[in-house]
């Protein structure tokens, strides 16, 4: 008999050791996150990256691979493998914490590379943004730089549902860089409170137009 806790907790650990090992291979290609689902003819695995032409490769090279890597080193059975496009890339903090990596590792200057995602990422619809850079910046000293934007919602159930938060390391000369990268998306917040107009009330709640109703009758 399987034991279906177990089952569940295996399979979170198989995808959290997948998505380590393709973050830490295809950053550069603005990987976001990967999806396993088992089905009768084996495991379909859904790649998420913001180029994904890298990670396919020419002629589906990287994918042969993948797909060895999977079997022999996270035992998969015949893994399936789809790349997908991210849909708002400019919303995804993990790759946008890539990409800001990506631009230290080409020698931009730190605050520019914050800048421009910053920017990038309030364009998108963002509620808000901060970004925190830390490691050798301006001397041998390490310390870290902190740019903000809009509303980044820091506990609570918003927190979880609409944060989206990301970690990026990347290796220069003078040491390793942290990048950390959080997104407040568009949503619902726990304590959201709408005024509705009498209109809407009354046409909401009957009962309340014809005690108004009643009242007037008797007033009149």
């Known amino acids: 008999?399987?034991?279906?806790?177990?089952?569940?907790?295996?399979?979170?650990?198989?995808?959290?050791?997948?998505?380590?090992?393709l973050a830490s291979k295809f950053w550069r290609a603005g990987y976001s996150r990967v999806e396993i689902i088992r089905t009768p003819l084996g495991t379909r695995i859904v790649i998420y990256a913001a180029r994904?032409?890298?990670i396919i490769g020419r002629r589906g090279q990287n994918l042969r691979k993948l797909q060895a890597v999977f079997e022999?080193?996270?035992?998969?059975?015949?893994?399936?493998?789809?790349?997908?496009e991210t849909d708002n890339p400019d919303l995804d903090a993990r790759v946008m914490a890539f990409n800001i990596a990506l631009a230290l590792e080409r020698g931009i200057h730190f605050r520019?590379?914050?800048?421009?995602?910053?920017?990038?990422?309030?364009?998108?619809?963002?509620v808000g943004c901060e970004i925190i850079i830390s490691g050798k910046l301006t001397s041998e000293r390490a310390r870290?730089?902190?740019?903000?934007?809009?509303?980044?919602?820091?506990?609570?159930e918003q927190s979880l549902k609409l944060v989206d938060r990301a970690v990026a390391h990347v290796l220069?000369?003078?040491?390793?860089?942290?990048?950390?990268?959080?997104?407040?998306?568009?949503?619902?917040v726990a304590d959201h409170v709408e005024i509705l107009p009498p209109e809407?009330?009354?046409?909401?709640?009957?009962?309340?137009?014809?005690?108004?109703?009643?009242?007037?009758?008797?007033?009149?």
């Open 144 to 156: 870290y730089e902190k740019l903000s934007a809009g509303k980044v919602y820091k506990s609570g």
């Open 200 to 220: 809407k009330v009354r046409e909401m709640f009957p009962e309340i137009a014809q005690q108004e109703q009643k009242q007037a009758e008797s007033q009149s």
């Open 112 to 126: 520019r590379a914050a800048y421009v995602a910053l920017r990038r990422i309030m364009n998108a619809g963002a």
């Open 172 to 188: 220069l000369k003078p040491g390793v860089y942290g990048v950390q990268v959080l997104i407040a998306k568009p949503g619902e």
């Open 52 to 54: 994904p032409g890298m």
């Open 1 to 21: 008999m399987v034991n279906i806790k177990r089952y569940f907790i295996e399979l979170g650990l198989k995808r959290v050791a997948v998505d380590e090992y």
């Open 72 to 84: 022999k080193l996270f035992n998969i059975e015949n893994p399936q493998i789809t790349v997908v």
